[in-house]
């Protein structure tokens, strides 16, 4: 399977069996388009008529880009076969890594060469690599279009005890396998409302990481509002990255992100955020909005942000009810489509400027990237990341806390619900229809098993609005990471 398309003046063409990026002249775009479906005879005759006027395409250069072609081709470069597809299918072992490393052909193009090894897709053990502990069902703003209710998740205000957190750090211990570096997201509601244990809990993870030859990283999610000194200071000491929630431009981020009290926050928290984010040196964050059908000219919040001095900065689209006013809606995408290409090109702009910023869904690295194991099953979810509530219950991620049809267990007894995790396990690119097709298969790894169960009722379906954007963004990011290279 091939994808082209055209982005800002580049031709560009992605084989998505091997991974090769390959960046070509019109002629050769319009070659490939027919080169499967067409006899070479036949090809020549229509690139003479279609370039008539342009001098350098003779019968001999039209001959010469087919024979290019031909010769990608039987390297494995262009219109290469799917190798994984046999290898996630039930009692399948191992399968190569997609070809890995970038570099340039005699033609100009990015190609992908090589192998780098093989990896398991079906795990006989789990192995359990994350938990993101919900230290607080209890929130202090009151944001429209929130997910968990108000941080409530359909319940009653709920706090994590350090009682309750150091079972689930043995638990993450004890269930890591022959895994070292483990990874805990502090999570709400709005985590600082439980600020104290947070700390006992990284505390106490600390003194298990000699003893057991394990690493911790941690996450601290804020929307801010509870920031002071002592928060700056322990997050920039203790977590590897801290997500600041921000929606951008104050009369935006004010409509939906308000206090109990009604009151925008914005005022609030940027001072806030500013003073941790300059503090933190060159340690991770993100600054993370949400846009909606409100701000569909999101690209100029985000540049907002970045004009503030953040640098590294993600906006997801709001996924909710298609019912709810604020909810994204089909009219909507060609103006979404058009400000993921404002932003790619004003990025680079900026970037060749020496004033760059990181968006975190331009994020690419065609260099490496994530193995192909990660391309295939994507986040673990359920399967070597769940998500633990304020009174010790697992769930498969944060977006299915509260729906008890996907209570896993707790963190005393571990996953007693085997069939939750054996149904996520099978969560892959090849057990969703849409995405064999898809091009994108191996950027999104099926996308979000949450989005696509709220959306379509199934894990193994799809949410197809955000396979739209998510297809948009990689386009996007490619062609930013050509034009930077």
């Given at each position: ?17 091997s991974g ?5 002249d ?32 003779t ?46 052909s005699?033609r100009?193009?990015?190609?992908c ?24 069902h ?27 957190g ?13 895994r ?49 000194d002592d ?27 308000k ?12 001072p ?20 909606t ?27 909710c ?12 995408l ?25 968006f ?54 571990g996953?007693?619900?085997t069939?939750i ?9 090849y ?30 379906d ?22 930077l290279?």
């Amino acid at each position: 399977m091939i994808h082209q398309y055209k982005l800002n003046g580049k031709n560009i063409v992605l084989d998505i069996g091997s991974g090769a990026i390959h960046i070509v002249d019109s002629l050769s775009f319009d070659i490939i388009e027919l080169y499967e479906t067409m006899p070479s005879e036949k090809i020549k005759k229509k690139m003479l008529e279609k370039y008539a006027l342009d001098p350098d395409v003779t019968e001999q250069e039209i001959s010469n880009v087919v024979n290019d072609i031909e010769t990608l081709k039987k390297e494995g470069k262009l219109f290469s076969d799917d190798d994984y597809h046999d290898a996630v299918t039930v009692g399948a072992g191992l399968a190569p890594l997609a070809k890995g490393g970038m570099s340039r052909s005699d033609r100009g193009d990015f190609t992908c060469p090589g192998t780098c090894g093989q990896v398991p897709l079906q795990k006989n053990t789990p192995v359990i690599k994350a938990l993101c502990l919900h230290v607080a069902h209890a929130c202090n703003l009151t944001c429209d279009y929130c997910f968990a209710k108000a941080g409530k998740y359909l319940g009653e205000d709920a706090f994590m005890s350090f009682e309750v957190g150091k079972q689930a750090l043995d638990f993450l211990v004890k269930n890591s396998g022959n895994r070292r570096n483990l990874e805990v997201d502090f999570f709400g509601g709005e985590p600082l409302m439980n600020w104290d244990v947070v700390k006992e809990l990284v505390a106490y993870a600390r003194s298990l990481e000699e003893p057991n030859n394990k690493n911790f990283r941690f996450t601290l999610t804020t929307n801010g509002i509870l920031i002071d000194d002592d928060v700056t200071l322990f997050a920039n000491k203790e977590m590897n990255n801290v997500v600041l929630s921000l929606d951008g431009r104050m009369e935006v981020h004010n409509h939906f992100r308000k206090t109990i009290n009604g009151q925008g926050s914005y005022e609030i928290i940027l001072p806030k955020f500013q003073k941790l984010v300059k503090a933190r040196g060159d340690k991770s964050y993100y600054i993370r909005g949400t846009f909606t059908h409100n701000n569909v000219d999101f690209t100029k919040d985000i540049l907002h942000m970045a004009d503030l001095g953040f640098k590294e900065l993600s906006m997801e689209p709001v996924v909710c009810s298609p019912n709810d006013p604020y909810a994204l809606t089909k009219e909507d995408l060609p103006k979404l489509f058009k400000q993921y290409e404002l932003l790619a090109k004003e990025m680079a702009k900026r970037d060749k400027a020496g004033n760059g910023f990181t968006f975190y869904h331009f994020m690419i690295d065609l260099e490496h990237g994530p193995c192909i194991y990660k391309r295939i099953t994507g986040c673990g979810s359920g399967t070597e990341y769940l998500a633990v509530t304020p009174t010790g219950e697992l769930y498969p991620c944060h977006q299915f806390v509260g729906d008890k049809k996907y209570l896993m267990g707790d963190v005393w007894k571990g996953v007693t619900n085997t069939h939750i995790r054996d149904e996520f396990s099978k969560c892959n690119v090849y057990s969703r229809e849409k995405c064999k097709k898809c091009w994108a298969r191996f950027y999104c790894s099926g996308g979000c098993a949450a989005n696509s169960y709220h959306a379509a009722g199934n894990i193994n379906d799809t949410y197809d609005y955000g396979c739209e954007l998510f297809r948009k963004r990689i386009e996007c990011a490619i062609w930013l990471k050509i034009e930077l290279t």
